[in-house]
């Protein structure tokens, strides 16, 4: 199968890729290293898209807050809307953070209507930990990990894969569209995921959330991070 794929240079989409490349065609979306010269809020050629049987969509832009809203939900329902035309399945791929009072979340959520809206199909994850920068890092002398009053959704990139392949197996013509689906494969703490260092030292929710308010007024980065956390730290969540 010949599948497209938004997003591949991302963390979570080089992971996705590396996995599809052994049983399927993986034909990529983007800037650069890319199969198809593409950016998010372009609409694709039919031509482009009659080089994929469906198209999976993880490209997100995290660089300017109030313009990227607009440019993630309307060049996610762009593109939802080229790919309902030209008769190709659409999997959006979108986060537990809908549930959160983000930014991003928000932006997700309006992005998942858009694309129920042009019969696409809306998955939402969770933290995926092999998808962490820090993932590689297991021998760290001191590590530091977030002493958060909540627990942490996440999805395991095996769980995900899977998801994946049912997904692609499946007549979509059989499918409900309007119905997104939430995948979780454990509830965890801060310390489950990030206490694997010979030293793990916590730190207070208090302290943390000071930092991020202050460090809010002066670093996009430090504003992004604040909605990452706010957006994984949920409750449990139910699955439909």
């Known amino acids: 199968m010949r599948i497209g794929v938004t997003g591949g240079s991302g963390r979570i989409g080089k992971l996705l890729t590396r996995y599809l490349v052994s049983n399927h065609q993986v034909v990529t979306f983007g800037r650069e290293n890319s199969n198809i010269d593409w950016t998010l809020g372009v609409r694709p050629s039919p031509l482009h898209l009659s ?15 109030e313009n990227d809203f607009h440019l993630n939900v309307g060049g996610t329902a ?10 190709v399945p659409f999997l959006f791929i979108s986060s537990v953070a809908t549930s959160s009072n983000s930014r991003y979340g928000l932006a997700k959520l309006k992005a998942e209507e858009s694309v129920a809206k042009e019969n696409g199909f809306n998955l939402r994850l969770g933290l995926i930990p092999e998808a962490n920068r820090y993932a590689g890092v297991s021998k760290k002398l001191i590590g530091v990990y977030p002493q958060l009053p909540c627990l942490v959704n996440v999805t395991r990139m095996s769980d995900f894969e899977d998801y994946i392949e049912k997904w692609l197996e ?5 499918r409900n569209p309007s119905q997104t689906f939430t ?7 801060t ?20 930092y991020l ?4 007024f002066f670093s996009l980065r430090v504003r992004n991070l604040k909605d990452s956390l706010v957006s994984v730290t949920t409750t449990k969540l139910e699955t439909n």
């Open 170 to 174: 499946a007549d979509f013509r059989e």
């Open 191 to 210: 310390r489950d995921l990030l206490g694997n260092s010979r030293l793990a030292i916590p730190v207070p929710y208090l302290l943390i959330r000071g």
């Open 78 to 87: 762009t593109l939802a809307s080229a790919a309902r035309d030209a008769g």
């Open 183 to 189: 995948l979780v494969s454990s509830i965890s703490t």
């Open 51 to 65: 080089q994929v049987d469906v198209l999976i969509h993880l490209s997100w832009s995290l660089s300017d807050r």
């Open 213 to 216: 308010i202050l460090g809010g």
